[in-house]
């Protein structure tokens, strides 16, 4: 399947909105593990489990999480060491697991260091996603016996969290039940924790490229060039003004500065870069003050604009006015409640009005 972004580019683990729209496998029940590798739905059958039923039954939790420490750790010394066991005691779980699987799980290379054959590493994801599932029923459980709350962990960046995830956390307000636990991260520490487990749901602005994360657009940000309205490049507008005034740009490393560098190269525009920053509120004071020119988005400037604080200039047609967001899952992570609550949320686009009513 083709992914595209809503320019027409290709990125293999984003699908542009008409696509989303299609795609069956972006419906919010279909997040947990019964979407496969290639997007199918599975269900486990009765004939099924009697054909697994000799490896379930002689299948322990201490050879899986002795098989992940092995794994994690590419020694049977270490994780003997990690584990307070003999060296011996771990190659014999390790064997029996490989007998039970009836496939080699590990290869033996230089130094005397283990690594995962192809099926050890399609075991690893099964077992990550049992300790996982595991790990989920049990807090399931304790909320319901303790009448905690449930809490969703959502990782997004600085701008997202100040600007967007504000009428998202409102849209969800209407769960007492539910609780967040908000962590500020970059990009790739964002796709790095939602692939790791360590959060539910991560929000970015970049496109992921990780066949183990499913990412969907949840939104269109603008990106604008604003300037004091008392500065002469407020009135002078198109693509010659970002080459004139001195400019405050997002840092290089995000998507908004890439973006625009290319956009500006493209056209031959040299761009006078005189602050860089990743917070937009750096961004938005340095137009304020009348020092120049700044690139930011419209959700950090929309009141500036509205009250007239900020103007915004007229650009090119063909200048990438549209930053999409994406909303990241890991593949084969369970539905828990909070996270059922959250796509429901983003999938039925319910926590616009919020931020729409406030335009």
């Known amino acids: 399947m083709s992914l595209l972004l809503p320019n027409g580019t290709e990125a293999p683990a984003v699908m542009s909105r008409e696509e989303a729209s299609r795609d069956p496998t972006l419906k919010p029940e279909l997040y947990h593990s019964e979407v496969s590798s290639a997007d199918r739905v599975v269900r486990v059958t009765d004939a099924d489990l009697q054909s697994l039923a000799p490896i379930l039954s002689s299948l322990s939790f201490d050879l899986v999480r002795t098989f992940l420490v092995v794994a994690r750790s590419g020694s049977e010394r270490r994780a003997a060491e990690a584990m307070c066991l003999t060296q011996p005691a771990i190659s014999q779980r390790i064997s029996r697991l490989e007998r039970l699987v009836g496939v080699p799980l590990f290869e033996r290379v230089r130094g005397g260091k283990l690594r995962l054959t192809a099926a050890g590493f399609s075991f690893y994801e099964l077992a990550e996603d049992l300790i996982d599932r595991l790990k989920l029923a049990s807090l399931a459980m304790r909320a319901e016996m303790t009448g905690e709350r449930s809490t969703l962990v959502i990782a997004t960046g600085p701008t997202i969290a100040s600007y967007v995830l504000p009428y998202l956390l409102q849209a969800l307000e209407s769960s007492d039940e539910l609780a967040v636990s908000l962590r500020i991260a970059s990009h790739w520490e964002i796709a790095s924790l939602v692939e790791r487990g360590e959060v539910d749901v991560g929000i970015t602005s970049?496109?992921?490229?990780?066949?183990?994360?499913?990412?969907?657009?949840?939104?269109?940000?603008?990106?604008?060039?604003?300037?004091?309205?008392?500065?002469?490049?407020?009135?002078?507008?198109?693509?010659?003004?970002?080459?004139?005034?001195?400019?405050?740009?997002?840092?290089?490393?995000?998507?908004?500065?890439?973006?625009?560098?290319?956009?500006?190269?493209?056209?031959?525009?040299?761009?006078?870069?005189?602050?860089?920053?990743?917070?937009?509120?750096?961004?938005?004071?340095?137009?304020?003050s009348g020092r120049g020119l700044a690139v930011t988005v419209y959700s950090a400037v929309r009141h500036e604009l509205q009250s007239g604080t900020l103007a915004s200039l007229s650009m090119p047609p063909d200048f990438p006015e549209i930053q999409p967001l994406y909303v990241l899952v890991r593949r084969f992570r369970p539905l828990t409640r909070p996270l059922s609550l959250f796509l429901n949320i983003v999938e039925t686009g319910s926590w616009l009005q919020w931020y729409q009513g406030t335009q």
């Open 206 to 288: 970049e496109p992921v490229r990780n066949p183990r994360i499913l990412a969907r657009p949840i939104f269109e940000e603008r990106i604008l060039v604003v300037s004091s309205p008392k500065h002469p490049g407020s009135v002078q507008g198109g693509g010659d003004a970002l080459g004139c005034w001195p400019l405050a740009l997002p840092g290089p490393s995000t998507r908004t500065r890439r973006v625009v560098d290319e956009w500006a190269l493209a056209h031959g525009i040299e761009l006078k870069v005189l602050v860089e920053a990743t917070s937009h509120d750096v961004l938005k004071r340095f137009a304020m």
